[in-house]
């Protein structure tokens, strides 16, 4: 039986990016995603449904050999903190159900299944961190945070466990700091105030800024994420059996991004109505991140600083972007 790689939330928006890298590389894949597919490649079977659903899971690992899982399922942020109990259902439920089948699967099958899981700078808290270790204190205070911490010691166990035999999961993890898209404009996460913003300015709109000017986080660009993921799982031996990594491509406050943005778009607007709830929680989010161990294990680049960031590549994207799609 052929490997297959299985990416769960493939049409959110790291999944789908995640699904394309791999399929232009001519990887047989699964999709599974709760909508339907805005993509289609002939290399990926596309499955409806919900990673809740233990019938499809079941079925998805006991009719393919999956030797890796993308999982990118997920509430975010902001909509977990509305939504608690199905957070819970998804983000951990969910998150553990996958990991046990895909912990089986490979006892099943005599092999180690590397397995992504995308956490977040929400683990961290309850005050605010500049240079943020993996190893620092860790009290979140969200819904989300508390989700994604859940999962990571889970399956951080689980895959020390399994190391000692050399079958089952190989679990490996990001905490993503905001996430900038030229092509998409998200919603319901706590730094998507930036990419908001952006795309404001580039189609000539004014933005309502929920969070204080002064409000700084760590933010990578959607592509330097993807290839931080990829590049992850393709590294072959870990300095150590704890495989949780931090990235970021730079740090900044909202202020600063509306400067930026004003010396290209001369009558772009930001006001500020602080939303009690986005501030609280970004003010127990670090401000920085320290990726050295990211670079020790696979030579992550986070050299790029916050003009050339937005500069040099997202605001030329996103024009690019709207120009092809008016």
Aim: hydrophobic fraction near 35%; charge should be negative.
């Amino acid at each position: 039986m052929k490997n297959k790689i299985l990416i769960t939330g493939s049409n959110g928006e790291i999944g789908n990016e995640v699904l394309s890298y791999l399929a232009k590389e001519n990887n047989d894949l699964i999709a599974l995603d709760i909508n339907h597919s805005n993509t289609k490649f002939e290399n990926v079977s596309y499955v409806k449904g919900s990673i809740i659903d233990e019938k499809i899971i079941d079925e998805i690992f006991s009719e393919n050999q999956i030797s890796e899982v993308y999982h990118f399922a997920a509430l975010l942020s902001q909509t977990a903190a509305k939504e608690p109990k199905n957070a819970k259902k998804v983000n951990e439920l969910g998150s553990q159900l996958l990991i046990n089948r895909t912990q089986k699967h490979g006892f099943d099958n005599n092999m180690s299944v590397k397995f992504f899981f995308p956490s977040s700078i929400a683990v961290y808290g309850p005050r605010k961190l500049d240079n943020a270790s993996e190893q620092d204190i860790m009290m979140p205070t969200t819904v989300y945070g508390k989700n994604k911490l859940v999962i990571e010691q889970y399956g951080t166990k689980k895959n020390i466990e399994d190391e000692k035999v050399g079958l089952g999961i190989d679990f490996r993890v990001i905490r993503l700091p905001g996430v900038i898209s030229p092509n998409k404009i998200p919603f319901g996460g706590t730094t998507d105030f930036a990419p908001q913003m952006i795309h404001a300015a580039i189609k000539g709109e004014n933005f309502i800024c929920r969070v204080s000017d002064d409000t700084s986080l760590p933010f990578i660009s959607l592509e330097k994420a993807v290839l931080a993921i990829i590049n992850l799982m393709r590294v072959k031996e870990f300095d150590s059996s704890y495989k949780v990594f931090n990235v970021e491509e730079s740090h900044f406050c909202a202020k600063q991004l509306e400067v930026l943005l004003k010396k290209h778009f001369n009558s772009f607007k930001v006001d500020y109505i602080i939303d009690d709830m986005f501030q609280s929680v970004a003010e127990t989010w670090p401000s920085s991140l320290n990726c050295d161990s990211a670079k020790k294990n696979w030579n992550f680049n986070d050299s790029k600083n916050f003009e050339q960031l937005i500069e040099n590549e997202l605001i030329p994207l996103t024009k690019n972007y709207y120009e092809n799609n008016r």
